[in-house]
């Protein structure tokens, strides 16, 4: 698996003589998975005491809704899910070492840095709204939500930190949300706020879940249809009767 580094500009030819690749989508080195780290701890993490990498074979995108905070339009909301329990690892610079662990069973992840460059352009094309920008809040640029109609940031801390947040089902409840595999497995994401590990979720992830060929079928057909629109992106119902042509199965 490929994993993400935090090279200094001072350092990048002693990195790229190491084997390191530089992915221009994400602006970040990164070692191939062909490779092992044990050449690369020195860029490991050391650049953010934040940092996690995490390595989970299945990885899948939740999809909600929420009002935008300045138009009050409906908008679609996403955010990446780690699957069957992934793995991780950070850095503790008290202890100048390295930890790796298991996210057991499902998680939610939020405030993302990084992704795979093979997600990252699976994305763009699938999901414009949802690209990377800087949040004031958080000091830094994520993968954040924005509204179709106005174009507002919709920040993660507004989807998943209150309870009955789009991203935060209340126990016994009945979401609405879907869950779309994305196709590659690989996803290394930083994290400002930490793992959003709700086990709820695990009640009707299964259920909800849907492969990306469906997904990517219905969205093409639903594209087809519009043939005079330029931008169908911007309309809100293309997204409506998207999510609940997954929704109502």
């Given at each position: 698996?490929?994993t993400?580094?935090f090279?200094?500009?001072s350092?990048?030819?002693v990195?790229?003589?190491?084997g390191?690749?530089?992915?221009?989508a994400?602006?970040?080195?990164?070692?191939?998975?062909s490779l092992?780290?044990?050449?690369?701890?020195k860029?490991?993490?050391?650049g953010?005491?934040?940092?996690?990498n995490?390595?989970?074979?299945?990885?899948?995108?939740?999809?909600?809704?929420?009002?935008?905070?300045?138009?009050?339009?409906?908008?679609?909301v996403?955010?990446?899910v780690?699957?069957?329990?992934?793995?991780?690892?950070?850095?503790?610079?008290?202890?100048?070492n390295?930890?790796?662990?298991?996210i057991?069973?499902?998680a939610m992840?939020?405030?993302?840095?990084?992704?795979?460059?093979s997600?990252?352009?699976?994305?763009?094309?699938?999901?414009?709204?949802?690209?990377?920008d800087r949040?004031?809040?958080?000091?830094?640029?994520?993968?954040?939500?924005?509204?179709?109609?106005?174009?507002?940031?919709?920040?993660?801390q507004?989807?998943?930190s209150?309870p009955?947040?789009?991203?935060?089902?209340?126990?016994?409840?009945d979401?609405l949300?879907v869950?779309i595999?994305?196709?590659?497995p690989?996803?290394y994401?930083?994290?400002?706020?930490g793992?959003?590990n709700?086990t709820d979720?695990?009640?009707?992830?299964n259920?909800?879940?849907?492969?990306w060929?469906d997904?990517s079928?219905?969205?093409?057909?639903?594209?087809?249809?519009?043939?005079?629109?330029?931008?169908?992106f911007?309309?809100?119902g293309f997204?409506i009767?998207?999510f609940?042509?997954?929704?109502?199965?």
């Amino acid at each position: 698996m490929d994993t993400r580094l935090f090279v200094p500009f001072s350092e990048k030819d002693v990195a790229k003589k190491s084997g390191a690749l530089w992915d221009k989508a994400n602006n970040t080195w990164y070692i191939p998975g062909s490779l092992s780290r044990a050449n690369f701890m020195k860029w490991l993490g050391k650049g953010d005491a934040d940092s996690i990498n995490i390595f989970s074979k299945k990885t899948a995108l939740a999809w909600s809704w929420e009002s935008c905070w300045k138009c009050d339009n409906p908008c679609p909301v996403l955010m990446f899910v780690v699957k069957d329990n992934a793995g991780s690892m950070s850095y503790d610079e008290n202890t100048d070492n390295y930890y790796d662990s298991t996210i057991l069973k499902n998680a939610m992840v939020s405030h993302t840095l990084f992704i795979d460059p093979s997600i990252s352009v699976i994305i763009r094309k699938y999901f414009p709204f949802y690209h990377k920008d800087r949040s004031k809040d958080a000091g830094k640029s994520y993968w954040m939500n924005h509204c179709l109609c106005c174009g507002a940031r919709l920040g993660d801390q507004y989807l998943i930190s209150e309870p009955e947040d789009p991203f935060n089902p209340i126990p016994d409840s009945d979401p609405l949300i879907v869950f779309i595999n994305l196709p590659a497995p690989e996803f290394y994401y930083y994290s400002i706020s930490g793992i959003e590990n709700y086990t709820d979720i695990d009640r009707f992830i299964n259920k909800r879940s849907f492969e990306w060929s469906d997904f990517s079928q219905r969205w093409n057909y639903k594209l087809g249809l519009d043939k005079n629109n330029t931008d169908p992106f911007t309309k809100v119902g293309f997204w409506i009767e998207l999510f609940y042509s997954l929704h109502a199965l």
